[in-house]
């Protein structure tokens, strides 16, 4: 009977607020509206919006509307289609819009109330004329020189791509040739899919969940590639896009587990923009590295849209990584751009990983506070190195690796830079090896080789003065001379 009561009553308490009305934006005091406004809402979903390449392909300039309803706690229910685009343009436009969740709701006499709103997504592309929908692939048509041509009487070589729904690579990269009016492979350059387990990171620890690391590149080092990783479900967790010629990335994007944008970076001549989102799609900040690791806040805001820094003044709550499986945020004044006086890095409000004193944006003193003691610092971060030395590390090189190609010594030795990328644990450990850039085959795996040889023999990464795991990239040149 005690139960059949407990029942009666929450269905009492619940049916209230089930039972609100949903109003129409011309019955409300104050229209529902996302946090930050209209543009920081396009913004992010042109961040986190991938045009099925189908549907892109053609070229586009179109718009889904989305109908749903925006609740007093700022989530959004009821999502549907209010005017559609097409199956796959639809889904994507839903799947947006489930992510965002910064939504200011509607008031009525100084109280939220629950409002239905449309609001469109917009898709806007120009045409892809390599893509070939018969065979679900991009391909890339080149004459004698190698030079991309379009006129089918000049066509020598072409590169076929096969890519899925949103154009990443899904299988080996073809290289063919034509001969006698037929098409012959030359090269097949291998598709890579590996299996790993990623560590995530939020307000707490959370746990490592599987996922695979999905790479294809053209196999030389003038080419552009890319790699993502993907969980089992097809969310994206991260995606790095070389820019060929042997140089670092150019992106960096890192993914929520929902699949939605946490953090973007671009690196362009000496420095990198670095954009970050909060969890519920607000964006956070927008800030500059230089080549010295000094930081300028172009934009910061809260979670709610609110502006704290304003041309380049205000008090700053910046993403700032994680500790120990736990996101850290940093908080502190910040002067014509630049950090100056105390800043702290806090797990939540009263958790303090760490102080540190700026002037004019350069750090001038770090104390770190998750020890038994203090501990002071002067260098935000130190990179992972090879305990005896660059001059050692390539002593092994020469030692160990064969540079001519086994079966054919007349082609000479490779030219480039290769790009080799594991992980550092705390003590030093390497693991999760990936060659993403090389230079020839017979070369890279004997690099691969030498490097796993200096297993234990690495200084881990130091970061605000504490040991930390990280993955590094090491890139070795070759050249003629």
């Not at 002071?376 to 064969?402: C, M, S, W």
Request: one cysteine or more; proline letters at 5%; hydrophobic letters at 40%.
């Amino acid at each position: 009977m005690a139960l059949r009561n407990l029942v009666v009553l929450f269905c009492l308490f619940a049916f209230p607020a089930i039972s609100q009305p949903i109003y129409q934006v011309n019955e409300v005091e104050k229209a529902a509206e996302p946090a930050g406004g209209l543009a920081m809402f396009n913004r992010f979903v042109l961040a986190n919006l991938r045009i099925p390449i189908q549907s892109a392909a053609r070229g586009m300039n179109a718009r889904v509307l989305i109908k749903g309803v925006v609740e007093t706690d700022g989530t959004m229910s009821g999502l549907a289609i209010a005017r559609p685009l097409d199956s796959l343009c639809d889904a994507e436009a839903l799947r947006v819009m489930n992510l965002y969740k910064a939504w200011k709701p509607a008031s009525l006499k100084n109280q939220p109330v629950r409002q239905a709103v449309v609001y469109p997504i917009q898709f806007r592309t120009a045409p892809i004329p390599a893509y070939d929908s018969a065979r679900h692939a991009m391909i890339e048509y080149f004459d004698k020189n190698y030079q991309m041509v379009s006129d089918e009487k000049k066509f020598r070589y072409r590169n076929i791509i096969p890519v899925d729904r949103y154009g990443d690579v899904r299988a080996d990269i073809l290289f063919q040739e034509k001969r006698s009016g037929d098409w012959k492979t030359v090269k097949a350059f291998p598709f890579v899919k590996n299996e790993i387990w990623v560590q995530l990171s939020g307000p707490v620890k959370l746990d490592s969940i599987k996922a695979y690391r999905i790479s294809a590149n053209m196999g030389n080092w003038e080419s552009p590639s890319e790699e993502i990783t993907v969980q089992p479900d097809g969310r994206l967790l991260s995606f790095v896009a070389y820019p060929g010629s042997g140089k670092l990335p150019a992106v960096r994007k890192s993914y929520y587990q929902s699949g939605m944008l946490k953090e973007e970076r671009i690196a362009a001549d000496s420095l990198v923009q670095v954009t970050s989102w909060y969890d519920n799609g607000q964006l956070g900040s927008v800030i500059l590295i230089d080549n010295k690791n000094r930081i300028s806040v172009k934009e910061n805001r809260d979670t709610d849209g609110n502006v704290l820094v304003k041309e380049g003044n205000g008090m700053a709550r910046i993403h700032a990584g994680t500790y120990r499986g736990k996101t850290v945020y940093e908080e502190g004044m910040v002067e014509n751009g630049f950090k100056t006086g105390r800043w702290t890095g806090k797990l939540a409000v009263s958790d303090l990983v760490y102080e540190e004193f700026y002037e004019g944006g350069k750090l001038t003193k770090g104390v770190r506070h998750t020890g038994e003691q203090p501990l002071e610092y002067t260098v935000d971060i130190v990179q992972p190195k090879f305990r005896a030395g660059p001059k050692e590390f390539f002593k092994l090189l020469r030692d160990h690796v064969n540079y001519m190609p086994p079966m054919n010594p007349s082609i000479g030795r490779p030219e480039g830079k290769l790009l080799i990328s594991f992980l550092v644990s705390e003590e030093g450990r390497l693991s999760d090896f990936s060659i993403d850039r090389g230079v020839a085959k017979h070369i890279d795996q004997q690099v691969l080789e030498v490097i796993k040889m200096t297993d234990g023999l690495w200084d881990p990464c130091i970061q605000k003065g504490l040991k930390i795991s990280s993955r590094h990239t090491f890139p070795i040149n070759f050249e003629t001379n």
